[in-house]
């Protein structure tokens, strides 16, 4: 089965930091893109952050530029997201996902583009 394991939420202070995880199983991680996206309570899902499968290439949503970090690690099958800086409107529910589609500047923060989706991590900022 196709597993993506979001972890690594949790309750914060602003300015504080945060890393999230996303443990993938059941299909071929190094050949998939991985991204992160968060949904905030009344709000669409939006995405965060992206990894590409190849040169490891990562685009950022310009909210997080400079304050967020996105890694991977194919040989634990894992994609990390180091949040720093962290603000209120930060505050969501972050999901990982992955498609093995090159996704490239355009689309990768298109919901459409990934089909595995984890189940997400709660992350809340407190001001």
């Known amino acids: 089965d196709v597993q993506l394991q979001a972890s690594g939420g949790g309750l914060v202070q602003a300015g504080g930091s945060l890393r999230l995880s996303c443990a993938a199983s059941?299909?071929?991680?190094?050949?998939?893109?991985i991204g992160w996206f968060r949904q905030a309570p009344g709000k669409e899902r939006e995405g965060v952050s992206c990894?590409?499968?190849?040169?490891?290439?990562?685009y950022y949503a310009d909210s997080v530029k400079g304050r967020f970090t996105i890694s991977r690690d194919n040989a634990k099958n894992t994609v990390y997201l180091q949040m720093n800086s962290l603000k209120p409107a930060d505050t969501a529910v972050y999901y990982c996902?992955?498609?093995?589609?090159?996704?490239?500047?355009?689309?990768?923060?298109?919901?459409?583009?990934?089909?595995?989706w984890g189940q997400g991590t709660l992350v809340t900022v407190s001001s």
């Open positions: 059941g299909f071929s991680f190094d050949d998939h893109h």
């Open positions: 996902a992955g498609t093995p589609r090159v996704v490239g500047t355009y689309y990768w923060a298109s919901e459409r583009e990934y089909d595995y």
């Open positions: 990894i590409s499968s190849d040169d490891g290439t990562t």
